[in-house]
């Protein structure tokens, strides 16, 4: 089965790359290894939800938008390789915007680790890190990277 017969059976459509909003690019190869840029939850153009988790948006919020971020890095990845040549999901880092009393990231992240292990089995098993941090780009909750190793 393909990666992206898996996706359609999650009923998930990968969304066109959104743009850079700076100076870098949302996906590069290094040898064997694609890296994404980090990506935020947009959804149609839009972040659904804005703010702190643990303040203005929930823990159950956050951890769908980080599964939102996850799929826009398969995009990139598919901009750029397709997704069919991904052997494997080799790391995730995920930064969640917190409040200060919020010491959940790494469920927060789980939206994202979670669905690359729905796509790709064992092989969306992966090393990880789940950073709170102050404030992230647009005021999003949520932003993920991921590195995958591809043939």
Do not use: W
């Not at 949302?26 to 703010?51: C, E, W």
């Not at 990231?105 to 064992?122: D, I």
Request: charged fraction near 20%; hydrophobic fraction near 45%.
């Amino acid at each position: 089965m393909t990666v992206k017969n898996r996706l359609s059976e999650l009923g998930v459509e990968l969304p066109p790359v959104t743009p850079p909003a700076g100076a870098y690019i949302p996906a590069l190869r290094s040898g064997n290894l694609v890296y994404t840029s980090g990506q935020l939850p947009i959804t149609g153009g839009r972040l659904p939800h804005r703010g702190k988790v643990g303040a203005e948006v929930t823990l159950e919020d956050a951890k769908a938008d980080a599964r939102v971020c996850a799929i826009n890095a398969l995009a990139a990845v598919e901009a750029l390789v397709g997704l069919d040549a991904v052997v494997r999901v080799v790391k995730v880092v995920g930064f969640v915007a917190s409040d200060p009393s919020f010491t959940s990231q790494p469920e927060v992240v789980n939206g994202a680790s979670e669905f690359l292990g729905e796509v790709f089995g064992e092989a969306g098993r992966h090393a990880r890190s789940a950073v709170g941090v102050a404030v992230l780009p647009r005021d999003t909750p949520v932003e993920v990277e991921i590195v995958v190793e591809v043939e």
